[in-house]
Every structure is written in structure tokens, then in C-alpha cells.
């Protein structure tokens, strides 16, 4: 069975920093290209990052020097790593395949003070 399962979201202040990871298994994850995308209230699906096979990361233009994708092959686990965050960057966060043959349930990532 496919899975990818995000985890380390929360509740965290302006300006402050969260690591999400998302585990997969039952599917050959190192020949994956990667991405993570989210979900603002009452807004549609969002593209933040993208990671390829071989470790090359893109980002959209609004987290771009804020946040870092990466991933660990021999664990399975892809990673985004967030900064300085506003409050627009509240959303759930989902991990998926670039291509969208799988996606995970999401993690909530709130910003607030």
C-alpha cells in the first residue's frame, strides 16, 4: 500500500520555524521527483517546493530563501524546512509526487500570534 504521511506541523508565532517531514513507503520513493504544495483557507492547491531525483530544489517565488526542501533516500523521507514565517503561510501542507500519482493527508501549519 502507497503511503506518504506528514508530520510537524503546528502552531508556531510569526517569524518563527518548523520542519515538516513526510514518510513514505510502498512505492520506490529515490525515483520520485518531489514536491510539497498547500492549502490556504477557502483558496485552491498551491505549489511551494519541488525536489528531483537527484537532490535539484525549486521553490516558488514567495518562499524562496525561506524555506528548504530536501530528502533522505535511504529513510524514505522528503523534508521542508521552514522560516521566518508569516502569516500567509498558514495552510495544510501536503507532500506528493511531482507527477500527483500520490499525495499524503496533509499536515496543518498555522501562523499566529
Known amino acids: 500500500e502507497v503511503q506518504l504521511v506528514e508530520s510537524g506541523g503546528g502552531l508556531v508565532q510569526p517569524g518563527g520555524s518548523l520542519r515538516l517531514s513526510c514518510a513514505a513507503s510502498?512505492?520506490?520513493?529515490?525515483?520520485?521527483?518531489m514536491k510539497w504544495v498547500r492549502q490556504a483557507p477557502g483558496k485552491g492547491l498551491e505549489w511551494v517546493s519541488r525536489?528531483?531525483?537527484?537532490?535539484?530544489?525549486g521553490y516558488a517565488g514567495f518562499v524562496k530563501g525561506r524555506f528548504t526542501i530536501s530528502r533522505d533516500n535511504a529513510k524514505n523521507t522528503l523534508y521542508l524546512q521552514m522560516n521566518s514565517l508569516k502569516t500567509e503561510d498558514t495552510a495544510v501542507y501536503y507532500c506528493?509526487?511531482?507527477?500527483?500519482?500520490?499525495r499524503g493527508q496533509g499536515t496543518q501549519v498555522t501562523v499566529s500570534s
Open positions: 510502498g512505492f520506490r520513493f529515490s525515483a520520485y521527483d
Open positions: 506528493a509526487t511531482l507527477g500527483d500519482s500520490f
Open positions: 525536489i528531483t531525483t537527484g537532490g535539484t530544489a
